[in-house]
T-cell receptor, first 109, second 115 residues
Framework: QKEVEQDPGPLSVPEGAIVSLNCTYS??????FMWYRQYSRKGPELLMY????GNKEDGRFTAQVDKSSKYISLFIRDSQPSDSATYLC?????????FGKGTLLTVNP | GAVVSQHPSWVICKSGTSVKIECRSL??????MFWYRQFPKQSLMLMAT?????????EQGVEKDKFLINHASLTLSTLTVTSAHPEDSSFYIC???????????FGDGTRLSIL
């Protein structure tokens, strides 16, 4: 079993839709959870960062962590064409991050 | 804040050439920097962790003599791909953070093409 599992998609939604992206992980020692957005041929950009179970909201983005189920989610409300990118979950302990494969999202106008 | 700059963004060179990639933290001091490699439609694979003033820690399967890392200051780490061959062609990305538990901030990557 891989340490971090993420459905690679691709996921295609109409503009304005609510998008749900998910990752599961196997190591209960993981302590902090991040979501990155990566545009084609660019480095990942940090979207959300949390270290506790529950929800964290920032604008149209909500990160959700359930440590008991080892499950994290990113919700995007009112999705825009500019949200089209690959979304990577990253889960860490100490100093190392383990990344999911990334989900390719396309938001159609 | 937390800007990481990577240079060059794209390099094409002949087989056998050595290529140096620079990673700089522009507005913060980075105790640790990381080097990743990413193949098309794949996730980031950690190659090595570099700490200022000490030797880099390489991940299993990464040749330390092939990928030389130097972290001479709190704002600069370099990755040198020595005697590069076509199989070394990839997207190399660096990241930096201020300490454990803090998020990593990434550069924009270097696309390396070896002919």
């Amino acid at each position: 079993q891989k340490e971090v599992e993420q459905d690679p998609g691709p996921l295609s939604v109409p503009e304005g839709a609510i998008v749900s992206l998910n990752c599961t992980y196997s190591n209960s020692a993981f302590q902090y959870f991040m979501w990155y957005r990566q545009y084609s041929r660019k480095g990942p950009e940090l979207l959300m960062y949390t270290y506790s179970s529950g929800n964290k909201e920032d604008g149209r983005f909500t990160a959700q962590v359930d440590k008991s189920s080892k499950y994290i989610s990113l919700f995007i409300r009112d999705s825009q064409p500019s949200d089209s990118a690959t979304y990577l979950c990253a889960i860490g302990s100490n100093y190392k991050l383990t990344f999911g494969k990334g989900t390719l999202l396309t938001v159609n106008p | 804040g937390a800007v990481v700059s990577q240079h060059p963004s794209w390099v094409i060179c002949k087989s056998g050439t050595s290529v140096k990639i620079e990673c700089r933290s522009l507005d913060f001091q980075a105790t640790t920097m990381f080097w990743y490699r990413q193949f098309p439609k794949q996730s980031l694979m950690l190659m090595a962790t570099s700490n200022e003033g000490s030797k880099a820690t390489y991940e299993q399967g990464v040749e330390k003599d092939k990928f030389l890392i130097n972290h001479a200051s709190l704002t600069l780490s370099t990755l040198t791909v020595t005697s590069a061959h076509p199989e070394d062609s990839s997207f190399y990305i660096c990241s930096a953070y201020t300490g454990p538990g803090q998020p990593q901030h990434f550069g924009d990557g270097t696309r390396l093409s070896i002919l």
